[in-house]
């Protein structure tokens, strides 16, 4: 199956109303991350195809429950969740934090091919951000939820939230995640063409 067919299959089973231009962008940033992944080995997913359904479809099978605001994806990598929900929503300020050189000139690369002035990229780790505050922290593939709210829980601005895809259940992640957070809602998600579990985890202050 051809790409944007792949995509647009994907896109019509998710239901979700993208502004215009979104589909050719994410596109163009499949195209962007298969040609710098030979050199620069942004992510262990090798096929445009598979790129399609396990980076943007599955990054996009989460917007419906997303909160809205300001966002910082933490160790963002090649650009995954960020850079498909920076394209899909424009109106949100999105901050991709990576300390992997390459991987930041590539981000770096994406924001000025894919003309998103939403993007904003910093080249260091999470403690580079001192002072700033998030209405969202998210996380793909950084670390356990723990971990995460230990590492850059600090940055996140009052009443909002930490949010982290995860696979299976992650029911060792939920137990040890201690004060002063709580989980407020884990999500089963399905994503077109990925047989394989997907849970959203939203956590943040305890009240």
């Given at each position: 199956m051809k790409l944007n067919d792949l995509l647009d299959t994907g896109l019509a089973e998710l239901d979700l109303p993208l502004p215009?231009?979104?589909r050719e962008r994410l596109l163009d940033y499949v195209a962007l991350l298969d040609k710098?992944?030979?050199t620069y080995n942004l992510t262990a997913v090798r096929e445009p195809e598979?790129?399609?359904?396990?980076h943007i479809l599955d990054t996009l099978a989460i917007l419906p429950h997303l909160p809205g605001g300001s966002m910082a994806d933490i160790g963002s990598g090649g650009g995954i969740p960020g850079?498909?929900?920076?394209?899909a929503q424009p109106q949100r300020g999105v901050t991709l934090v990576e300390s992997n050189?390459?991987?930041a000139a590539f981000l770096r690369q994406v924001s000025i091919e894919l003309a998103l002035a939403n993007i904003e990229v910093v080249e260091g780790r999470v403690e580079s951000l001192a002072g700033r505050q998030f209405d969202v922290l998210i996380s793909r593939a950084l670390s356990e939820l723990p971990e995460f709210a230990r590492m850059a829980g600090h940055l996140l601005a009052p009443g909002g939230s930490i949010v982290t895809m995860k696979g299976l259940y992650p029911h060792e992640e939920l137990a040890g995640l201690?004060?002063?957070?709580?989980?407020r809602d884990v999500i089963a998600l399905?994503?077109?063409?990925l047989d394989a579990a997907r849970h959203l985890v939203l956590a943040g202050a305890a009240a």
């Amino acid at each position: 199956m051809k790409l944007n067919d792949l995509l647009d299959t994907g896109l019509a089973e998710l239901d979700l109303p993208l502004p215009e231009g979104v589909r050719e962008r994410l596109l163009d940033y499949v195209a962007l991350l298969d040609k710098w992944n030979h050199t620069y080995n942004l992510t262990a997913v090798r096929e445009p195809e598979a790129m399609v359904t396990q980076h943007i479809l599955d990054t996009l099978a989460i917007l419906p429950h997303l909160p809205g605001g300001s966002m910082a994806d933490i160790g963002s990598g090649g650009g995954i969740p960020g850079v498909p929900i920076a394209i899909a929503q424009p109106q949100r300020g999105v901050t991709l934090v990576e300390s992997n050189q390459k991987k930041a000139a590539f981000l770096r690369q994406v924001s000025i091919e894919l003309a998103l002035a939403n993007i904003e990229v910093v080249e260091g780790r999470v403690e580079s951000l001192a002072g700033r505050q998030f209405d969202v922290l998210i996380s793909r593939a950084l670390s356990e939820l723990p971990e995460f709210a230990r590492m850059a829980g600090h940055l996140l601005a009052p009443g909002g939230s930490i949010v982290t895809m995860k696979g299976l259940y992650p029911h060792e992640e939920l137990a040890g995640l201690g004060q002063p957070w709580s989980v407020r809602d884990v999500i089963a998600l399905r994503v077109p063409g990925l047989d394989a579990a997907r849970h959203l985890v939203l956590a943040g202050a305890a009240a």
